[in-house]
């Protein structure tokens, strides 16, 4: 087949799809987002609460989202206090509604909460996930993303000169690359060859929509003999935890009471009767990742590309990041724009990222180990946690706000996300998904440098006090370049890197 310029399969329409979808869409690429469901659910119901984290809110910010966020947020605090769960003063439920608006909620470490002063100058937000997909959705339907449902990808082939992906209808997509975003049980990954190591499960988790003949029995989280049970911060979720060594043995089969009812008495102990179940679903600390995130034609994103136990709530957001990195590359490759060696930089940035992550949700299922030498662990990180230094390294680790895509560079900045004080100018003229080329001086070999190129945006702003004279900064908010005087060295090398002038290919229309 030959390719089709510029068209990119996404396959998932989960928020990590509609979100690279989005990204593709804003540099000019033809995105079709392929999702097996109906959507009749889709955007109408999950289990659990989902933080969107410091960075992945700055992220989202550059695109004009927060005020999606903000009313999101505000509707699943209405809804929690609704609940009745909000009465007492002081108790655990309020604190945390309370952070929750105030933006001061940065998550936990194995149950260890973080908060303000934790690693991340980000707000973050909190909310029921198919409210963030909501979010994500709208705005993509604004772009004019074509989005299919019922759309099962059964498999793919990387061409050499393009991707075919093969529908479970019989029909058969053509492509110029395809990006598997299909979840932990990636068809895209399976088909596509990818190797996924890692470790097997050690755990079985289970939440579901329940009620209890007795809801005063789940007045706390309890850390029980063999494992966990939480059933405080969701009305009407129940959610268990148990160390058996193995992690669920059928992930299918409908949840029944008895089920649930025999989970929490292993993991904490409590006898007690389901009055309800409506539904329920099974989870485990399962952690792999792929080898590469790229073969040929087909890239995989979210978790596609790594899985691991949902405990510290990190996977949504690490797939989100990988959305954000991956797009506006994608596009301009996808569209003749740059070479296609600009993907290589996927998986060199985003891999030792995913990898860190699974190294610390490994750790936080051992903090969350039932016996007295993990009690003891915990006890000792709840010290090492009041240290500030201890609580800004592990909020940074939680929230991404470490990621440093150029540690070896040596100007501090470069591999940076772009520094709170620039953050409102780029949130003011990013929404496009350009790069913004931000002069703080008035220099014209700066603004020289990017005549012709219409991927760049440039800013003029003077801003006294800045240590730097010029920034470009990528369409995910990470510096890319950074001017220390009035001349404009070593800016045409990073625009030649990042965002390669149109090809002579993309001008005469591919």
């Known amino acids: 087949m030959v390719e089709v310029l510029g068209r990119v399969t996404v396959v998932g329409g989960g928020p990590v799809g509609l979100l690279l979808a989005g990204e593709l869409r804003l540099g000019g690429a033809q995105p079709l987002v392929l999702e097996a469901s109906d959507g009749t659910e889709r955007y109408t ?16 910010a550059l695109r004009g989202l927060v005020p999606a966020l903000e009313a999101a947020q505000t509707a699943w605090a209405a809804q929690l206090a609704a609940a009745g769960q909000e009465t007492k003063e002081g108790d655990q439920l309020a604190h945390v509604l309370q952070m929750m608006r105030e933006g001061r909620s940065k998550g936990h470490f194995g149950g260890l909460p973080l908060g303000t002063g934790s690693g991340d100058s980000g707000r ?3 909310m029921k996930q198919h409210m963030l997909e909501q979010v994500i959705a709208d705005w993509v339907a604004g ?9 099962q990808v059964v498999a793919v082939h990387d061409e050499g000169t393009g991707v075919v992906a093969e529908l479970a209808d019989g029909r058969s997509l053509h492509a110029g690359y395809l990006v598997g975003c299909d979840g932990g049980r990636s068809t895209v990954r399976k088909k596509a060859g990818f190797a996924f190591p890692g470790t097997p499960p050690t755990m079985t988790g289970r939440v579901a929509a329940a009620q209890l003949s007795d809801q005063d029995t789940l007045a706390t989280v309890l850390r029980g003999p063999n494992g966990l049970v939480n059933g405080l911060m969701v009305p009407g979720e129940i959610t268990t935890v148990e160390f058996d060594g193995t992690g669920p043995t059928e992930r299918e089969a409908p949840m029944t009471p008895t089920e649930l009812a025999d989970s929490m008495l292993r993991a904490g102990g409590m006898k007690v009767t389901v009055a309800r179940l409506d539904s329920g679903t099974r989870f485990s600390d399962n952690t ?6 790229r073969r040929g034609r087909v890239l995989l994103a979210g978790d596609a590309a790594h899985v691991h136990s949902p405990i510290g709530g990190q996977g949504l ?7 954000a990195n991956l797009g506006w590359k994608l596009a301009l490759v996808a569209t003749g724009r740059a070479p296609e060696r600009l993907l290589d930089t996927y998986t060199a940035e985003r891999h030792p990222i995913g990898a860190r992550v699974l190294r610390n949700t490994r750790a936080q299922v051992a903090l969350l180990r039932p016996g007295p030498q993990v009690d003891a662990l915990r006890e000792v990180l709840t010290e090492t946690l009041a240290i500030p230094a201890a609580h800004e390294y592990f909020g940074a680790l939680v929230s991404g706000a470490d990621v440093d895509y150029a540690p070896d560079s040596a100007q501090m900045l470069v591999g940076r996300f772009l520094p709170d004080a620039f953050q409102p100018l780029a949130v003011e003229h990013m929404g496009d998904g350009r790069f913004l080329l931000l002069d703080l001086v008035g220099s014209e070999g700066i603004r020289a440098a990017v005549d012709g190129n219409d991927r760049v945006r440039f800013v003029h702003c003077k801003m006294s006090g800045a240590d730097v004279t010029a920034l470009l900064v990528r369409p995910d908010g990470y510096v890319a370049w ?27 229309g591919g």
């Open 143 to 151: 772009l004019g993303v074509r989005i299919e449902t019922n759309a």
């Open 317 to 323: 957001n690490l797939g989100l990041q990988d959305a």
């Open 288 to 293: 792999r990742q792929a080898d590469t995130y």
């Open 482 to 508: 950074v001017g220390v005087d009035t001349e404009s060295a070593g800016l045409s090398e990073a625009l030649d890197q990042w965002c390669a002038l149109p090809s002579a290919r993309s001008s005469s």
């Open 124 to 126: 973050a937000y909190m």
């Open 45 to 60: 119901r999950s289990f659990g609460q989902r933080a969107v984290n410091g960075r992945s809110a700055q992220t989202l």
